[in-house]
């Protein structure tokens, strides 16, 4: 099982970005699909999460409001829409799989298969 992650930047505060995250080698549609972030010198953190069916979403309070999660299950493949970027958002953004989607969503110790990172740099 294979996850990339794609479409992260440099991007000025106030701006957009949208990640993509396919899986390559399984089907991810029964999976709770994660992202988390980790800024140099700090731990990884949850930012956002979305069930199976795309029904439930969760997001930490520090981009509710701000980023989306969806899902397209037809293509593998689970986008993260980040608007009304902060210098604080720059990170390198993981996108993991929750294979049958049993852990807590926010949780890293949840998660069997992680992305190999895409690089989100927010200029103040």
């Known amino acids: 099982v294979q996850l990339q992650a794609s479409g992260g930047g440099l991007v000025q505060a106030g701006g957009s970005l949208r990640l993509s995250c396919v899986g390559f080698?399984?089907?991810?549609?029964?999976?709770?699909m994660g992202w988390f972030r980790q800024a140099p010198g700090k731990e990884r953190e949850f930012v956002t999460a979305?069930?199976?069916?795309?029904?439930?979403?969760y997001y930490s309070d520090s981009v509710k409001g701000r980023f989306t999660i969806s899902r397209d299950n037809a293509k593998n493949t689970v986008y993260l829409q980040m608007n009304s970027l902060k210098p604080e958002d720059t990170a390198v953004y993981f996108c993991?799989?929750?294979?049958?989607?049993?852990?807590?969503?926010?949780?890293?110790?949840?998660?069997?298969?992680w992305g190999q990172g895409t690089l989100v740099t927010v200029s103040s």
């Open positions: 993991a799989a929750d294979e049958m989607g049993w852990g807590t969503p926010s949780s890293s110790v949840a998660y069997d298969y």
């Open positions: 080698g399984r089907t991810l549609r029964r999976d709770t």
């Open positions: 979305i069930t199976s069916s795309g029904v439930s979403t």
